[in-house]
């Protein structure tokens, strides 16, 4: 029997024809499919770069100190994105508790969010730490670090109307001529605001800070024989091993922000001091504790009897009432190796 098509008995030779365009349509619909299949995938991929991409550009805005737009792009980026859901969580938080709006950080850092980078995670139980008042033992390195980084730029402003800098300047101005003290480590050096100070004095800065843009703007006062970036606690450790000496080393506001930091430096300060040596530091004075944590301005205070009792190693040979950022109450402590 011959194939009927529309009514009509088609021929071997049309019957050929109809196979052949039956193929045809079948590789029509094969082309089809594997064209949409391209695209979908290269779509998932521009999809997956514009995620990462956002997710940059919101780091960005954080770390320029742009917290409403930092916001919003990790808003957006949790909402359409899937990669960095728990990030944006913790981002969102942190920049809420910036913006001292710790209700609004509840909510998105104590969803359950599950997060690789240790690092992240440290800071997420210090964050989850601060809202619900817990006690506070130390401040994570990366939020030091941002912390200094975003007030890199006016800093000077911030602290042109202390008093406190030329008077540490005159200090080591005597102690230089007096005792002939000419090293000087100044740890949490920050943008070099006392060693611009000493510029006419005859000695060597060696400088030291966690923030990197503050040790950038430290580079351009020209101040300095060397400066690091690097955490402070690490930096002693390997000036320790590699035997270093200064003659007066710094710690100005240094354990504002690292309290942990504080018994350690105690004990081990005396090492890298000559038999001479000079320590200064500064701090914010406590009102009630021994030590005290700032909930608002992420700061610790400590008490006078405090400070005396952990350098009591050393000789106390200068005190007195100063000011420094954030604080009216603030002292002032020179001690002798």
Request: charged share 25%; proline share 1%; net charge positive.
């Amino acid at each position: 029997m011959g194939l009927f098509f529309f009514g009509k008995k088609l021929n071997s030779k049309k019957k050929i024809t109809l196979t052949g365009l039956l193929s045809s349509v079948k590789k029509l619909f094969l082309s089809l499919f594997l064209n949409i299949r391209t695209s979908t995938t290269s779509l998932f991929r521009k999809l997956k770069k514009l995620e990462e991409t956002n997710y940059k550009l919101g780091i960005f805005f954080y770390n320029a100190g742009k917290i409403d737009d930092a916001i919003l792009r990790f808003k957006i980026l949790k909402l359409f994105g899937k990669k960095y859901k728990a990030e944006c969580s913790y981002y969102i938080g942190r920049c809420y508790i910036i913006l001292l709006k710790y209700a609004k950080a509840k909510k998105d850092l104590f969803l359950d969010i599950e997060i690789k980078n240790p690092d992240m995670r440290e800071e997420l139980m210090y964050c989850r730490n601060l809202l619900e008042d817990k006690f506070i033992q130390y401040i994570p390195h990366n939020i030091l670090e941002h912390k200094f980084d975003i007030i890199s730029e006016s800093y000077d402003a911030l602290c042109s109307s202390a008093i406190t800098y030329d008077i540490i300047a005159k200090k080591i101005d005597e102690y230089s001529k007096t005792i002939g003290l000419f090293s000087v480590l100044d740890i949490g050096c920050g943008t070099g605001i006392l060693a611009k100070r000493c510029t006419n004095i005859k000695v060597s800065f060696s400088g030291v800070d966690i923030s990197r843009k503050m040790i950038k703007v430290s580079e351009t006062t020209g101040c300095y024989k060397t400066l690091s970036h690097a955490e402070a606690g690490s930096f002693v450790n390997n000036a320790l091993s590699n035997n270093a000496l200064y003659g007066i080393i710094l710690l100005l506001d240094f354990f504002t922000y690292n309290p942990q930091l504080l018994p350690i430096f105690a004990l081990n300060m005396r090492n890298l001091l000559l038999d001479n040596g000079i320590l200064i530091i500064s701090y914010k004075v406590a009102k009630d504790n021994e030590i005290e944590f700032i909930k608002e301005l992420e700061e610790f205070r400590y008490n006078t009897d405090y400070i005396k009792k952990i350098f009591s190693q050393y000789t106390l040979i200068h005190e007195e009432e100063i000011s420094l950022l954030n604080s009216q109450n603030s002292r002032l402590m020179i001690y002798c190796n």
